[in-house]
Protein backbone atom coordinates (compact mmCIF):
# COMPACT_ATOMS: atom_id res chain seq x y z
CA UNK A 1 0.00 0.00 0.00
CA UNK A 2 1.33 3.77 -0.67
CA UNK A 3 0.54 6.32 1.63
CA UNK A 4 0.19 10.11 0.93
CA UNK A 5 -0.09 12.98 3.17
CA UNK A 6 -1.71 15.70 1.79
CA UNK A 7 -3.99 18.79 1.82
CA UNK A 8 -7.94 17.78 1.80
CA UNK A 9 -10.53 20.51 2.02
CA UNK A 10 -8.01 22.64 3.82
CA UNK A 11 -7.42 20.05 6.22
CA UNK A 12 -4.32 17.97 6.06
CA UNK A 13 -5.38 13.78 5.46
CA UNK A 14 -2.97 10.19 4.52
CA UNK A 15 -4.68 8.81 1.85
CA UNK A 16 -4.35 5.40 1.64
CA UNK A 17 -3.83 3.51 -2.06
CA UNK A 18 -4.83 -0.29 -2.07
CA UNK A 19 -2.34 -3.39 -3.58
CA UNK A 20 -4.81 -3.32 -6.32
CA UNK A 21 -4.49 0.04 -7.09
CA UNK A 22 -0.64 -0.22 -6.84
CA UNK A 23 -1.09 -2.84 -8.85
CA UNK A 24 -2.93 -0.91 -11.64
CA UNK A 25 -0.08 1.85 -11.17
CA UNK A 26 3.01 -0.06 -11.53
CA UNK A 27 1.47 -2.06 -14.32
CA UNK A 28 0.82 1.69 -16.17
CA UNK A 29 4.62 2.29 -15.50
CA UNK A 30 5.91 -1.21 -16.90
CA UNK A 31 3.91 -0.42 -20.58
CA UNK A 32 5.58 3.43 -20.52
CA UNK A 33 9.16 1.73 -19.43
CA UNK A 34 8.11 -0.87 -22.43
CA UNK A 35 7.06 1.83 -24.84
CA UNK A 36 10.24 4.32 -23.73
CA UNK A 37 12.96 1.68 -24.51
CA UNK A 38 11.45 0.94 -27.60
CA UNK A 39 11.63 4.19 -28.75
CA UNK A 40 15.28 4.15 -27.58
CA UNK A 41 16.39 1.36 -29.22
CA UNK A 42 15.05 3.02 -32.29
CA UNK A 43 16.89 6.26 -31.34
CA UNK A 44 20.06 4.09 -30.65
CA UNK A 45 19.71 2.45 -34.08
CA UNK A 46 19.89 5.92 -36.17
CA UNK A 47 22.19 7.23 -33.85
CA UNK A 48 24.56 4.28 -35.02
CA UNK A 49 23.87 4.22 -38.47
CA UNK A 50 22.43 0.16 -38.15
CA UNK A 51 18.86 0.57 -38.66
CA UNK A 52 18.47 -3.38 -39.57
CA UNK A 53 20.83 -4.75 -37.23
CA UNK A 54 20.31 -4.94 -33.67
CA UNK A 55 23.84 -5.06 -32.46
CA UNK A 56 25.46 -5.21 -28.94
CA UNK A 57 26.21 -1.21 -29.49
CA UNK A 58 22.89 -1.03 -30.28
CA UNK A 59 21.72 -2.39 -26.84
CA UNK A 60 24.03 -0.59 -24.97
CA UNK A 61 23.26 2.90 -26.25
CA UNK A 62 19.77 2.15 -26.14
CA UNK A 63 20.28 1.08 -21.77
CA UNK A 64 21.84 4.37 -21.47
CA UNK A 65 19.51 6.49 -23.18
CA UNK A 66 17.04 4.38 -21.28
CA UNK A 67 18.52 4.97 -17.89
CA UNK A 68 18.45 8.77 -18.79
CA UNK A 69 14.90 9.12 -19.60
CA UNK A 70 12.69 6.27 -17.99
CA UNK A 71 10.96 6.93 -14.56
CA UNK A 72 11.78 5.50 -11.90
CA UNK A 73 8.91 2.98 -10.35
CA UNK A 74 9.13 5.30 -7.34
CA UNK A 75 9.23 8.03 -9.38
CA UNK A 76 6.12 6.99 -11.54
CA UNK A 77 4.17 5.62 -8.56
CA UNK A 78 4.66 9.09 -7.00
CA UNK A 79 3.25 10.99 -10.20
CA UNK A 80 0.18 8.60 -9.95
CA UNK A 81 -0.81 9.19 -6.42
CA UNK A 82 -0.02 13.16 -7.16
CA UNK A 83 -2.80 12.99 -10.04
CA UNK A 84 -5.20 10.94 -7.92
CA UNK A 85 -4.60 13.55 -4.91
CA UNK A 86 -4.96 16.50 -7.32
CA UNK A 87 -8.46 14.89 -8.90
CA UNK A 88 -9.41 14.32 -5.23
CA UNK A 89 -8.60 17.94 -4.04
CA UNK A 90 -10.90 18.87 -7.42
CA UNK A 91 -13.93 17.00 -5.80
CA UNK A 92 -13.27 14.34 -8.68
CA UNK A 93 -13.20 11.31 -6.68
Not at 43 to 61: G, H, M, Q, R
Request: with cysteine; proline share 2%; glycine share 4%.
Amino acid sequence: MIPKLCKLNGAWQWIVFSDDEEREMRKAHRVHCNTTFSECMEDAKIILNEPTIISLNVIEVASALFSKRADAVYSALQKEVDKVVCEMQKGGK
